[in-house]
């Protein structure tokens, strides 16, 4: 099993700039894909970034030049910066972790809200 713990959410003004943290444990693989997603009061839950272990990074068009994925695989931590926040990005974000067809693990959530 993998287990994956989120931090860094939290209340923001728009504008303002929020990083977090999303570290794994438990029986990890060396190629993987690590990422956020995220869920807002009634609507489905939404790829915000991805990072493969080899360096690739994938977003949303929503996000795309505002946030910034990234990995430090020695720490097996993938960060999510995200700045020029609006309040539209106010959701629960989710970490995930990847190895397809045998690995799919999903964090708690942390709560990103930002306030106009």
Do not use: H
């Not at 959410?9 to 190629?31: H, P």
């Not at 915000?48 to 505002?66: E, F, H, L, P, Q």
């Amino acid at each position: 099993q993998v287990q994956l713990v989120e931090s860094g959410g939290g209340l923001v003004q728009a504008g303002g700039s929020l990083r977090l943290s999303c570290a794994a444990s438990g029986r990890l693989v060396r190629i993987n894909t690590m990422g956020w997603y995220r869920q807002a009061p009634g609507k489905q839950r939404e790829l915000v970034a991805t990072a493969t272990s080899g360096g690739s990074t994938n977003y949303a068009d929503s996000v795309k030049g505002r946030f910034t994925i990234s990995r430090d695989n020695a720490k097996n931590t993938v960060y999510l910066q995200m700045n020029s926040l609006k309040p539209e990005d106010t959701a629960v974000y989710y970490c995930r972790y990847i190895v397809l067809a045998e690995i799919n693990a999903w964090g708690q959530g942390t709560q990103v809200t930002v306030s106009s």
